[in-house]
């Protein structure tokens, strides 16, 4: 594993903009009643698991040193359950800071990014923020990566960034596709796949081609399917010298240890996962369903989020919905009819439709 000290991070302070900007918090709402119904954010509405919970308590009395032996163990039990090497395992204190540290650390004015259009948008900030080129490339057809359109768009990239389920859409981009994006990519480059969501898709990782590839890193987070949105625990993995690049930046960035020792009981139970993967497919899938139903398209989500078009001025669809206490995402620049909806528990869901119906059904 790669460390820095505090030391030569204050000294790159100056060189960082990017790590006080506050756009992503400056733009979220304020704190919601607590009957409020949060489908905006792609937060688990089941929290950590009951053993990550019980983990957390007992990780509150090891506070007081710092964490890096249950980071070890961390990186230990996510390469021995990959069958990659301990050494391939970054830990941050979520996937959102390993993910700005690698635009840093790849692009610059001259090497690029390229990534989608709509996608996750923090790639964009920070290479904005970098003051890297930009060029975001339409989604295809099937709301999937158009990964020719991307290895076109900037023969002088640093970076192509591809998140696969995609954030907003929750589409799938497939495996042969982001074969051809790793072998046809600008000499140099790195290809940088998000898997944050992953662990709800009928689609295998890529984490096991980092073996064979010193120019991929793939992202994960125990934010999502294991409800850890506000522990903030994330994994880079990739070869060690790439995740050596991204050490300069964020070398400390290490979850307390109550998080770290949570992350490592959501990874021993076996059966977190498959069960809230199933929940999770089941109420998307009624949802998606009923509202096709009443004639609106949706995208085909493997993710806990998909998008709706509703038809009509998306931001007005925000604002009738949270008038009423059902707070859904926002929306994309270039998808101004559609927006984005996290799937909740059942009661939640039901909850959505009830409003849903009411606001927006009959106004169509």
Not at 1 to 6: E, G, I, N, Q
Request: glycine letters at 8%; aromatic letters at 8%; a neutral charge.
């Amino acid at each position: 594993m790669v460390s820095v000290s505090r030391r030569s991070l204050l000294a790159l302070g100056a060189a960082l903009p990017l790590l006080g900007r506050l756009d992503w918090a400056v733009a979220a709402p304020p704190p919601a009643k607590t009957d409020t119904v949060l489908l905006n954010y792609n937060e688990s509405p089941y929290g950590p698991s009951q053993a990550a919970r019980a983990a957390m308590q007992r990780g509150i009395a090891t506070s007081g040193r710092y964490p890096y032996k249950h980071m070890y163990a961390l990186a230990g039990l996510f390469a021995q359950q990959q069958g990659i090497a301990e050494e391939q395992v970054a830990v941050f204190a979520g996937s959102m800071a390993a993910l700005r540290y690698a635009v840093l650390a790849f692009t610059d004015q001259t090497h690029g990014l390229v990534m989608a259009t709509p996608s996750y948008e923090v790639p964009r900030q920070a290479a904005e923020s970098n003051k890297a080129p930009v060029k975001e490339v339409d989604l295809n057809a099937e709301h999937a990566h158009d990964v020719p359109a991307m290895l076109a768009a900037d023969s002088s990239a640093g970076m192509l960034y591809l998140c696969n389920p995609n954030n907003p859409t929750g589409t799938v981009t497939p495996t042969d596709a982001i074969r051809q994006a790793l072998a046809n990519k600008p000499k140099g480059s790195v290809l940088v796949v998000d898997e944050a969501y992953i662990d709800f898709a009928d689609v295998p990782s890529v984490v096991s081609w980092v073996k064979d590839h010193d120019d991929l890193l793939v992202l994960r987070t125990f934010s999502k399917i294991y409800g850890m949105a506000g522990a903030r625990l994330g994994l880079a993995i990739g070869h060690p010298g790439l995740l050596e690049r991204l050490a300069v930046f964020g070398g400390d960035n290490v979850p307390a240890g109550p998080t770290l020792l949570a992350g490592l009981a959501s990874l021993e139970d076996v059966k977190l996962l498959p069960q809230r993967k199933a929940l999770n497919n089941q109420l998307r899938d009624e949802t998606i369903a009923w509202l096709k139903g009443r004639g609106f398209a949706c995208t085909a989500s493997q993710a806990n989020c998909f998008m709706i078009d509703v038809k009509q001025p998306a931001e007005q669809v925000i604002e009738k919905l949270a008038a009423h206490g059902v707070l859904i995402g926002r929306v994309w620049k270039n998808w101004p009819q559609w927006v984005r909806v996290t799937v909740g528990n059942k009661q939640e869901m039901a909850r959505f439709r009830e409003v849903f119906a009411a606001q927006v059904v009959g106004s169509n």
